[in-house]
């Protein structure tokens, strides 16, 4: 009956991942069907923990993260948890050998969001560390099937693939995040105003990283690449999205790709890969 109770746990992380994420569940699909409930397990443990800091403001978000921490832990330890979420997750990282390193420094950025505080240069490459780069290696972990060598050489690629989401990530945010939350993550955006001077530099910096990460994407294993770049490729379309627009849309709207452009992208990226044009 474990099994069962195994194969809800991962419906679970499946599920919460197509609720939040239309963009990261096409791109799942895309993976060989045997690695794609490990990546919705790690989808799972991430969305939660970022609900808590993100989202239950109106409950004891600490306590909450505290506890949330443990039960992992156990999770991890016992090799079965009651949280299904929590259940699916440990399996893939008890699985995959998943370094526990790599948990703590994720939710250790998680901690970081219960904070008010301003992002100098320092503390931005700390949060992005954590809450992007490492669950970047909690994938490459599956998607090189535990193969070391492998997972060194694509290592650099995979933490960059991680951080451009991220910062992309930040941009389509900064309104709600800077509104709603009192933080701003980019250490040059201090007050609710962005300059043209301030937005070419973050535009840069992510250019920069998406031009090293589709290096590695291009050198993932059969069974991954296609749905990884299919990620790449929306990112990299919402970034052009945001280019367009000017600083001050960017600072009042959460700029987003409709459903039907995803669509679209995903036949534009199966034609591309198909023909090797990635």
């Known amino acids: 009956m474990k099994d069962l109770y195994d194969k809800v ?16 569940s096409l791109g799942i699909l895309l993976l060989e069907p ?23 403001h109106d409950y004891p978000q600490e306590e909450l993260l505290n506890e949330f921490v443990d039960d992992t832990k156990k999770a991890i330890r016992n090799k079965i948890s009651l949280n299904p979420v ?3 997750f440990q399996t893939t990282v008890n699985l995959y050998n998943i370094d526990e390193k790599l948990i703590d420094t994720f939710i250790h950025s998680m901690r970081m969001d219960l904070e008010d505080q301003h992002y100098n240069q320092e503390l931005y490459e700390e949060y992005i560390l954590g809450s992007a780069e490492v669950v970047g290696l909690m994938c490459l972990k599956i998607f090189v099937n535990g193969n070391d060598s492998e997972y060194e050489r694509l290592k650099p690629f995979a933490m960059k693939l991680g951080s451009v989401f991220q910062k992309v990530n930040f941009l389509r945010d900064l309104r709600f995040d800077l509104k709603e939350l009192n933080r701003s993550y980019f250490p040059s955006v201090t007050s609710n105003t962005l300059t043209e001077n301030e937005l070419d530099t973050i ?8 031009e090293y990460a589709r290096k590695g994407v291009v050198s993932l294993p059969i069974s991954s690449r296609m749905g990884v770049y299919l990620a790449y490729r929306y990112y ?19 700029i987003r790709i409709p459903n039907f452009q995803k669509i679209m992208i995903l036949f534009r990226s199966y034609v591309r890969y198909q023909l090797k044009m990635y």
């Open 203 to 210: 535009y840069a910096e992510i250019q920069e990283e998406f």
């Open 236 to 254: 990299h379309k919402l970034f052009k999205k945001i280019k367009r627009c000017n600083s001050e849309k960017i600072m009042n709207t959460r």
């Open 86 to 88: 929590l259940n699916s």
């Open 9 to 24: 746990s991962f419906k679970s992380s499946e599920m919460i991942t197509k609720k939040y994420s239309t963009s990261f």
């Open 34 to 56: 045997k690695i794609q409930k490990h990546i919705y397990s790690i989808y799972g443990f991430v969305r939660l923990a970022d609900e808590i800091v993100d989202t239950f």
